[in-house]
């Protein structure tokens, strides 16, 4: 075990060999900043006062790609927290000011999605449980070995690299107009605090991906917390006290009191996932929460202020649901303040190319390996397919492909046999008859210009785009249908490649 290191006023240096000596790794109540390009992929705090383990934890998180910083107490984790988001967190149980199971409900607030460990070297089975259904991710028992910390920690790293994250808007909605609309109206209602967004679109579209999309230009500080609440998944039976929360003994079972989703999201952003699928009976209390931005938990009298931002989402048509009686019509309308519609990936067949190497790229690190290519003619037919699942249904097929594909293959296996039967061809031209003997085989038609330099998808989508305007006589609604574009869309591409057009083309 590395030696303890040494006090010097605010700060702990401790001992860790490797980039820097000594690596000023721990803090207690001060900010810190990693020296330049020592930067890791993730950052984990390690709430502990036992310098010792405090150390060999660092150590263990660091060889993993982590930076690591220490608070000694609940005070000065709680203030660690409250102003920085952390990707892992390690609890100690018995601190100077406290105990870390009484802890526990306020970092999960205030952190909903880093993995929490906690380590005791008082176990106690009663809290092991207790902890475990309220999302713990682990419980280790002091003295903990080394082996057993690394692989624990290894396994958050897996699950923190598993998380979707977000990149650019070009990334996360592509090229095409009508997705560069989508991230300029969630940049538009970014901007007004408080506002209710409905989002809409078809399953798998990426209404969610939208949502945390505007809750980080909501919130560019990354310090606001993102609470979802899938409507569809929540049993009726639990939805207000998962949603308003809980007093103590409110219902049987309720051995200690509980926050609610709507508390944890102070601050920051409420999601409500298939808002369409709540029971119209509870459809009331969900009215009071969004119009009077107040609730009221279980087994008080009590009203307590919301002090967020509501975005909902749902693939149903509303307006439809509440003229059938299956939910209210104050709410929709409460509701669909600033709405905003996904178009389905059909309608926006130019960001496939785009998304499938995003996607691709994810697979590859969450699988933990090279990342294949993408042949030209692969991307050509996830092109002219219409994935009735849309990006997450595209996703389906790559990470199927993906695991298909041998470790030392340069290209990814495309599965074409699950691709052909789950998906017929939209607008594939049907196969030439083989050529007779008599009949000399036609060369290439409509090569690339020599002069110009495409990539391989560009070629592709060149060689297509003069065959169809070709078999369909220049006609450009008919090309635009067979290709699966917009005659928009078309048209600007033969703006690109005017000598494709032919000259009677309509």
């Known amino acids: 075990m590395p030696s303890a290191g040494k006090w010097t006023g605010p700060h702990w ?11 000023l790794v721990c803090i207690l109540g001060s900010s810190m900043a990693s020296p330049p390009g020592i930067r890791g992929r993730f950052s984990c705090l390690i709430i502990d006062d036992d310098l010792a383990f405090a150390t060999l ?27 920085t988001t952390f990707d892992l967190i390690l609890l100690d149980n018995h601190l100077p000011d406290g105990k870390g199971y009484a802890f526990f409900e306020h970092l999960s607030r205030r952190q909903p999605e880093a993995p929490i460990v906690m380590i005791t070297g008082l176990p106690d089975l009663g809290e092991a449980v ?29 699950r923190i690299a598993a998380r979707p994250t977000l990149g650019p808007a070009t990334e996360l909605f592509g090229v095409s107009p009508a997705m560069r609309e989508v991230a300029q109206q969630l940049r538009q209602a970014a901007r007004h605090a408080g506002g209710t967004v409905l989002i809409t679109g078809e399953t798998g579209a990426g209404k969610d991906v939208a949502a945390r999309a505007l809750h980080q230009w909501a919130f560019p500080g990354g310090d606001a917390p993102f609470i979802a609440v899938n409507c569809a998944a929540l049993p009726a039976e ?91 019509e104050d709410l929709m309308y409460r509701l ?22 995003l996607l691709l790229t994810q697979l590859s690190k969450r699988y933990a390996r090279a990342k294949p290519l993408l042949k030209a003619e692969d991307i050509a037919a996830l092109g002219v397919h219409d994935f009735p699942g849309n990006v997450r249904e595209l996703r389906n097929v790559l990470e199927r492909s993906l695991l298909r594909t041998p470790e030392d293959s340069r290209w990814l296996s495309l599965d074409w046999v699950w691709l052909n039967r789950t998906h017929p061809v939209a607008s594939a031209p049907s196969p030439a008859p083989a050529p007779s003997a008599a009949a000399p085989k036609p060369a290439e038609t409509f090569p690339p210009p020599l002069d110009r330099d495409l990539t391989p998808v560009e070629a592709q989508e060149y060689r ?17 249908a067979a290709l699966g574009l917009s005659p928009q869309a078309l048209l600007r591409r033969l703006d690109k490649w005017p000598e494709l057009r032919p000259p009677d083309a309509t």
């Open 464 to 480: 297509l785009i003069g065959e169809t305007l070709r078999n369909n006589h220049g006609g450009i609604r008919r090309s635009a």
């Open 238 to 328: 639990m939805f207000e006290s998962e949603l308003f929360g809980a007093e103590r003994g409110a219902y049987t079972g309720a051995d200690r009191r509980r926050p609610g989703l709507a508390a944890a999201a102070a601050g920051g952003t409420l999601f409500l996932d298939e808002i369409g699928e709540v029971p119209i009976a509870l459809q009331a209390k969900l009215l009071r929460l969004v119009e009077a931005r107040e609730f009221r938990p279980l087994g008080t009298t009590e009203n307590r202020a919301f002090e967020g931002r509501f975005v909902a989402a749902t693939n149903k048509d509303l307006a439809a649901e509440s003229r059938a009686g299956r939910f209210r």
């Open 13 to 23: 240096q401790l001992p860790l060999p490797g980039l820097y000596e000594p690596s």
């Open 57 to 83: 934890a660092a150590q263990v998180v660091r060889d993993v790609g982590g930076d690591t910083i220490l608070a000694g107490s609940l005070g000065a984790a709680k203030e660690r927290v409250s102003g």
């Open 336 to 357: 669909d303040v600033f709405s905003v519609g996904l178009p389905p990936l059909r309608q926006r067949r130019e960001d496939i190319p785009g998304l499938a190497e």
């Open 130 to 158: 207790s902890l475990t259904r309220n999302g713990l991710f682990d419980y280790l028992t002091k003295p903990v070995s080394v082996d057993a910390l690394s692989a624990c920690v290894e396994r958050a790293r897996q």
